[in-house]
């Protein structure tokens, strides 16, 4: 099953915090909060303005990008987690 997501929202692949403290401690799972970090696995074609023309959406399937708390929509698909959201609710793109 294949999603693809509708107008400005986007499909993101959570990425996983790490598992231990850099004193090498390890995090339990219920200690751990969920990161605000993922990957971009497919995206809408955009928003249509008031003159109702396609405005693009800015970020593209491969991206890291950081999320605001709070702003998703968690979706299972094949068993997989994933994250539903608006375009609006991306705080920024991670560059490497």
């Known amino acids: 099953m294949k999603l693809r997501p509708l107008y400005d929202r986007v499909l993101v692949k959570r990425i996983d915090s790490e598992e ?11 200690a751990k909060e ?9 995206a809408g074609k955009g928003r249509f303005n008031d ?5 693009p959406i800015s970020v593209k399937v491969g991206d890291r990008v950081l999320f605001a708390k709070y702003a998703e929509t968690e979706v299972k698909i094949e068993g997989e987690s994933y994250l539903l959201l608006r375009e609006d609710d991306l705080l920024g793109v991670i560059e490497k």
């Open 34 to 42: 969920k990161p605000l970090e993922g990957e971009i696995v497919a």
């Open 20 to 30: 231990k403290t850099k004193g090498g401690l390890y995090i339990p799972d219920s």
């Open 51 to 55: 003159k109702g023309e396609l405005r």
